[in-house]
């Protein structure tokens, strides 16, 4: 085994040196962690953000049409050469009002789970809660920061567009439950993006099922390249696998727009054609209702006339009727009287003939009464003769009936009835005179009875006698009879002469009664002429009177008609006006319309809007990011490598000096120069190449786990990669290697320059000399003795004070440097919330709203939390300047009150810090917009609004501002470079100081607002974008943290390295009786000196790393803080003198432990 | 009690009984002393003699409480330093001890009259830097920097620093070691000067025997033994020394 020895020598160095060897290796460890781990940083970030990309299928462009795909759009995309999948979609930006009534801005874009069953649909979305829409009426809102904590699964939320457009044209349905929360590779940071509506600031975005969307072209397309799995996200090859792709996709989007705009125009011609075709449809039509309505006019006239001839016509009929009539009835009048004369003529007349009459009819009368009597009398006078004949018979029957009875009587008293049968026999005897004697006899008295013929003759005897009684009654009556018999013939004689004489009377009467009745006739028919006369008259007059009315009535009707006809006509102009009006409107808006239109169709971009994942902010931003990370990796650590080296480079050249015998030695034994110096070379290589390898091993983890750990909170990218990387590995191995081995190799080369003889004597002791202090005598008598010692001893060894304080100062900075990010980052919500936006909070109007509705006096003035408030006009647009190229987003603000503004906002000068008064000339924009726009006071910039007008603004101020852009101007200024007065849609206020502005409490009852869109408190927004900067936060930890390990070891190692080579020295002192502190003290004196002028270097260095370092990494939204604090400065010091001491309470003990016969006799 | 009453009698301004010094060297332990026992009397220019690895250095260095014994006991005027923190042998080194090594230990940065004020600087009653090198013959010199001053006048500074704190004890360990022979005798010379005309007890290591002459007392050391103790009634001057 050759040069065994030698190995072993080399071992045992090792083993003896572990101290060094372990402190070799941990600085290199630390520097090469620092390098690698940092420099690995931006290509893990990148890996992890394209394994994110690619789990979550991110799509390479979403195009977006100005008026929707048509299907041949899409198929034109899907055929463009490299393209992938293409996956349609609709988009739409919609305000969203929640539960809590709190409205924000919202892009919903539509899902459908369809796209995404076969695992190929395009950016996937992440479901953090819940799960993602599956039928109408649900919607997946972002799961980011700003949505407010009150929209919960299950809450209901409505969607609602700006004024002027109508749901229904986008979607089917307004009011949806949320069903989940999801977070999109299209998002992956906070930034949401711009829109037209509201403030202009998308505040998140969402799902809605597909079938929701009431648009009948889809309005977005998302598209993979085929390849683009090949690639990784942001790399070059990336962007130039793109371009192509791009570029097609764009010329497809210019020839389907300009055929679209061709469509466009074709319809408006079309329609300027119909517009054309009505204008004179309606101009004809209105002719002709005119002319109608003159028409109508004239005839009206024309009644009008007639009705009035008519009048004066009838009038004079009538009037002609009315003097016949009374001629008429004149005449009748006469006609009466003549005829009353002959009446009475003829009455006198018909008075004598009545009395002619009376008289003959009181003869009549007479005549008849004894016409009565003597008619009687004529048929009495038969009846009478024959009744007195008969009489004269019954007379003589009744005399010989009386005669038979007195003959039977006689008989029976000579012979009574001897039996019955003889009874018998008389009673028929009897019964053949008188029957009724034979029915009397034959029932009173029967045969039986005693005394029978007594009685029988008793009964015969009183029938007897009342037959005699009643035959001579018979014969007095007969005679008087007879006698009246013969005066009723007298009579008779004497009434037909009576009846002769009133003959002849009658026939006189008759005569005259003729003639009377003749005039009577005569009369009458007068009479019934002058009273058919009359009744014509009345007739007549009726008649008249009848026409009068009617003509009245008519003349009334007429006159009615004829107003009814004008009330008509004037209806009829008023109606025609009005449609004439309506019409010319009509046309007028149709004209509008198509101007509009015309206006529109130039306004429609020509092109499609082909935006690649660059232009997503969250994509850019992230590689902005990463670049960021990369850059400080550029310089941070290599500073860190440098210092890390260099300390390594002092320890092995120490090294090597202290074994300057052993040199000498082994060249005195005859190894060659290379084997001894192998020695050193093997000996820094094991360490640096452990070092390297421990480090990077562990920096490749650490590093960029920490940091992408810390943009997880800013970033949704989740999963990690962390691969090895042989180039940063190889780059910071080799560089430590060949630093400390090159420094090993010229310190041995040194050495063995020298002879063996020379080398194996102790170094000759660096010369003491007088220092430049010393000549400054007044000070340098003034300093004690130990202190003139320490003072010689710094300047003494140049190498090593220029190695202390290169390390210390190194370290100093990369501690200024770390805390002085902390204080740019705090700086940020420090000064923006706490110097700049001063105003508690802003509320956001809906200038949709009436006037009356939106009377921000009374929103505000009358909230007793409110203590002022300040109305502004509020608007995001972008701004561009001749000199930048690029254009950033920026917000324009304008308050109504210039003077109130200072109350709200402190508008002021960064280093100056003088106040920035706003005036009527320009705008005041916001200090990093004015370094990205490279203008300055005097410039000009252009701005582009929401509507895509662009007006330029003279600046006449740079104001301090951290976050995002702001220009800011009067509300003049504005009028002057607009030509519109702005529409004030939000204000600033500031809360009472009784009010609780952490609390809810206000933002609840501005809320309760119709006409309050939403409320953000500053404190809230402060606190939101803390916790995005905590990420930032968490990298300068990691800096610190870094500088402060290698801080310490790097005066551990400086301290020991002093230490031992001056181990003699502080051996005599001790030997001389220096007490521990004061040996300690002499060192350490020394050492503070050092620390401290390092430190003091340290800081300059600092500042300026700091300014590179944010610089590098200050993102384009925002200014983080310039210049560390001087709590920074005092940190960093006080942190590396807490280092130093910590570092020196060691070294006490080491030199408490050095031992001075050792010391002291190693060198015999 | 009794004894320790004699004892104290009869005792030696130095005294050292059955010093025993070991040093391990990994599973070896080496005696550097063995029971090592003499005593100095205030004001003897003592030497101590013996070739190398005797031990010589070893009872120095523990007499100038710079390394710790094992066994026994050395005590030193009326203290017991073998029983001394290190905190009291580094109060004993300051007041009491002057040590002058063979390679002067001179601190490099600091000018001869520097070198003597670091010591003189830290003890109660020094005697003026200045004054002290101006003893030693180094007036003009006082200066210069070690690397100006040759190697007798360094360890002739290294005698004046040593002086300057008016030690009860000089303690020179070879201090002729890396100096030609007339430097040596001149540095000797001044040592026994010293020794005479301060009364101040030296206690000179080295190997050279033929220095023993101007003790007043010699111990031959071997093995970490002592081997003799001779008490030179007449010592002679360093200049009738020839070597």
């Known amino acids: 085994m050759r040069k065994k020895s030698f190995y072993k020598d080399l071992l045992r160095t090792i083993y003896k040196s572990k101290a060094r060897f372990l402190s070799i290796m941990v600085i290199i460890a630390i520097g090469v962690g620092f390098y690698a781990g940092i420099n690995a940083t931006e290509p893990d970030m990148i890996l992890s953000a394209d394994k994110y990309y690619k789990q979550n299928k991110l799509s390479d462009f979403r195009i977006v049409s100005p008026l929707g795909f048509r299907e041949e759009d899409i198929l034109n995309v899907r055929k463009t050469d490299g393209v992938g999948k293409v996956q349609e979609g609709y988009s739409k930006d919609l305000f969203f009002t929640a539960d809590d009534e709190n409205t924000s801005v919202v892009r919903v874009f539509s899902y459908n789970s369809k796209y995404y069953e076969d695992g190929e649909g395009l950016n996937v979305p992440v479901v953090i809660e819940g799960r993602m829409p599956e039928k109408s009426g649900e919607i997946a809102v972002d799961h980011g920061v700003r949505i407010s904590h009150d929209i919960k699964i299950g809450s209901e939320v409505v969607l609602s567009v700006p004024n002027g457009e109508e749901l229904d044209d986008f979607l089917k349905t307004d009011t949806f439950v949320v069903v989940g929360t999801v977070e999109s590779p299209l998002y992956i940071d906070f930034e949401r993006g711009q829109t037209n509506i509201g403030d202009g600031s998308i505040d998140f975005f969402a799902y809605l099922w597909e079938d929701d969307f009431a648009m009948d072209r889809y309005t977005d397309l998302f598209l993979s390249t085929a390849e683009s799995d090949n690639f990784i996200a942001y790399s070059d090859e990336y962007k130039e696998h793109l371009a192509p792709v791009q570029s097609s996709l764009e010329e497809l989007g210019i020839e389907a727009m300009e055929e679209e705009i061709r469509q466009s125009e074709k319809e408006l011609e079309d329609g300027r054609r119909e517009l054309e075709d009505n204008r004179k449809k309606a101009e004809s039509e209105l002719a002709d209702a005119e002319k109608k309505l003159l028409d109508a006019e004239k005839e009206i006239e024309t009644n009008e006339r007639e009705l009035r001839l008519n009048e004066q016509k009838y009038t004079r009929e009538i009037e002609e009727k009315r003097e016949q009539l009374q001629k008429g009835k004149e005449e009748l009048e006469k006609g009466k009287a003549l005829y009353e004369e002959n009446y009475n003529k003829w009455l006198e007349g018909y008075k004598e003939y009545q009395k002619g009459v009376e008289k003959l009819d009181s003869a009549k009368a007479q005549l008849d009464e004894a016409r009565t009597s003597v008619k009687q009398l004529e048929a009495e006078l038969p009846e009478i003769k024959k009744q007195l004949d008969s009489s004269m018979v019954q007379l003589n029957a009744l005399q010989q009936s009386i005669q038979g009875l007195e003959g039977i009587n006689k008989n029976l008293s000579s012979n009574p009835p001897a039996s019955e049968e003889e009874y018998k026999k008389l009673l028929d005897n009897i019964k053949a005179y008188s029957p009724e004697a034979a029915g009397f006899i034959g029932g009173n008295v029967k045969y039986s009875d005693d005394n029978f013929v007594l009685k029988l003759r008793g009964s015969l005897d009183s029938i007897i006698s009342n037959m005699r009684k009643k035959h001579s009654d018979g014969q007095k009556k007969y005679q008087e009879g007879l006698s009246q018999y013969g005066k009723g013939i007298k009579a008779i004689e004497e009434y037909n002469e009576g009846m002769a004489a009133y003959e002849t009377e009658r026939e006189k009467l008759k005569a005259a009664k003729s003639a009377l009745d003749n005039s009577k006739i005569e009369l009458d028919k007068a009479k019934e002429e002058i009273q058919k006369n009359e009744a014509d008259i009345l007739e007549g007059e009726k008649a008249l009177i009848k026409a009068s009315q009617d003509l009245d009535k008519r003349l009334k009707e007429g006159r009615e008609q004829l107003e009814q006809a004008k009330k008509e006509l004037a209806d009829g102009w008023e109606s025609y006006n009005k449609e004439r009006a309506e019409a010319l409107q009509k046309i007028e808006d149709a004209e509008n319309e198509i101007i509009e239109a015309e206006k529109l169709i130039k306004k429609i971009p020509g092109e499609w809007f082909v935006y690649n994942r660059e232009d997503n902010p969250g994509y850019s931003g992230y590689g902005d990011d990463a670049k960021r990370i990369g850059a400080v990796a550029k310089v941070f650590p290599l500073f860190f490598f440098l210092v890390a080296a260099l300390v390594c480079l002092t320890t092995m050249t120490r090294m090597v000096e202290e074994e300057r015998r052993e040199i000498g030695t082994f060249k005195a034994l005859g190894y060659s120069t290379i084997t001894i110096s192998s020695k050193y070379l093997v000996y820094a290589l094991i360490s640096s190449l452990f070092g390297s390898i421990l480090g990077f091993s562990i920096g490749f983890k650490l590093f960029p786990n920490a940091i992408i750990n810390a943009y997880e909170i800013m970033y949704n990218i989740h999963g990690r990669v962390t691969p090895f990387h042989m180039n940063y590995a190889l780059i910071s191995t080799l560089l430590a290697v060949i630093t400390t081995v090159s420094a090993s190799l010229l310190a041995t080369l040194q050495e063995l320059r020298s002879t063996p003889a020379v080398l194996i004597q102790p170094r000759a002791p660096k010369p003491g000399k007088r220092i430049f202090l010393e000549r400054i005598t007044i000070l340098w008598n003034r300093l004690t003795f130990l202190h003139k010692v320490t003072a010689r001893n710094i300047f003494r060894y140049k190498r090593r004070f220029l190695m202390t304080v290169i390390g210390i100062s190194g370290c100093t900075a990369l501690l200024l440097t770390g805390f002085g990010l902390k204080d740019s980052i705090n700086d940020v919500l420090d000064k923006q919330f706490a110097e700049i936006f001063i105003y508690d909070g802003q509320v956001i109007i809906d200038t949709d709203k009436e006037a009356h509705e939106r009377d921000v006096n009374k929103i505000m003035g009358e909230n007793k939390y409110i203590d002022s408030y300040l109305q502004v006009f509020y608007e995001s647009g972008k701004a561009v300047s001749a000199k930048s190229g690029r254009s950033y987003e920026v917000n324009l603000y304008i308050p109504e009150d210039t003077g109130l503004l200072e109350n709200f906002i402190n508008l002021h000068e960064r280093q100056s810090r003088n106040k920035i008064e706003l005036t009527n000339d320009g705008a005041v924009i916001t200090e990093k917009l004015s370094k990205l726009l490279r203008v300055g006071v005097g410039d000009t910039i252009k701005y582009r609004d929401t509507n895509n007008v662009t007006y330029d603004i003279n600046i006449t101020g740079i104001a301090e501002n951290y976050i995002t852009h702001y220009i800011f101007m009067t509300p003049e200024y504005f009028r002057t470079i607009s030509e519109k007065s702005p529409a004030y849609n939000s204000v600033v206020f500031n809360a009472t100081e009784s009010a609780n502005i952490d609390g809810d409490t206000i933002a609840e009852e501005l809320m309760s607002e119709d006409a309050v869109l939403g409320v953000i408190m500053t404190r809230s927004i402060a606190d939101k974008i803390k916790d995005t900067m905590e990420s930032l936060d968490y990298v300068v930890m990691i800096l610190i943290m870094s500088a402060g390990a290698l801080a310490f070891v790097v005066l551990y190692n400086l301290t020991n390295i002093n230490i031992t080579e001056r181990v003699r020295e502080i051996a005599t002192i001790k030997v001389l009786g220096f007490r521990d502190r004061e040996v300690s003290a002499y060192v350490y004196r020394e050492n503070m000196v050092l620390t401290l002028i390092g430190t003091m270097t340290g800081l300059i260095l600092g500042f300026w790393l700091h300014r590179y370092v944010i610089q590098t990494m200050e993102i384009d939204s925002m200014m983080f803080g310039q210049y560390a604090h001087l709590k920074s400065y005092l940190l960093s010091i006080i942190l590396t003198l807490v280092f130093s001491i910590f570092v020196n309470f060691f070294v006490h003990n080491k030199l408490k432990n050095v031992n001075m016969v050792e010391a002291l006799k190693s060198v015999e | ?243």
């Open chain 2, 1 to 243: 009690m009794v004894i320790i009453y004699k004892v104290k009698v009869i005792m030696s301004y130095i005294q050292l009984h059955n010093v025993h010094k070991r040093y391990r060297m990994g599973e070896v332990i080496i005696n550097a002393l063995n029971g090592v026992s003499f005593s100095i009397e205030k004001g003897e220019f003592a030497v101590v003699v013996g070739p190398s690895g005797a031990g010589k250095t070893t009872v120095l260095n523990i007499l100038g409480g710079m390394d710790s014994l094992d066994e026994g006991t050395v005590i030193v005027g009326d203290r017991n330093i073998s029983e001394y923190t290190d905190k009291m042998l580094t109060e004993y080194r300051r007041y009491d001890i002057g040590f002058v090594f063979q390679f002067y230990n001179l601190i490099q940065n600091l000018t001869a009259k520097e070198n003597v004020e670091l010591s003189s600087q830290i003890c109660n009653d020094p005697l003026d830097a200045e004054e002290v090198l101006e003893m030693v013959g180094l007036k003009e010199r006082m200066n210069n920097f070690p690397s100006q001053l040759s190697g007798g006048e360094q360890q002739r500074v290294a005698i004046a620093r040593a002086l300057a704190k008016r030690p009860k004890l000089l303690l020179c360990d070879e201090p002729t070691g890396a100096l030609d022979y007339q430097t040596g005798k001149s540095v000797l010379k001044l040592l026994q000067d010293t020794c005479k005309s301060t009364g101040m007890t030296v206690v000179m290591i080295t190997h050279n025997s033929a220095l023993a002459d101007m003790a007043d007392k010699v111990i031959k050391m071997k093995n970490g033994r002592v081997t003799d103790i001779r008490i030179n009634e007449k010592p002679l001057p360093v200049e009738r020394i020839e070597w």
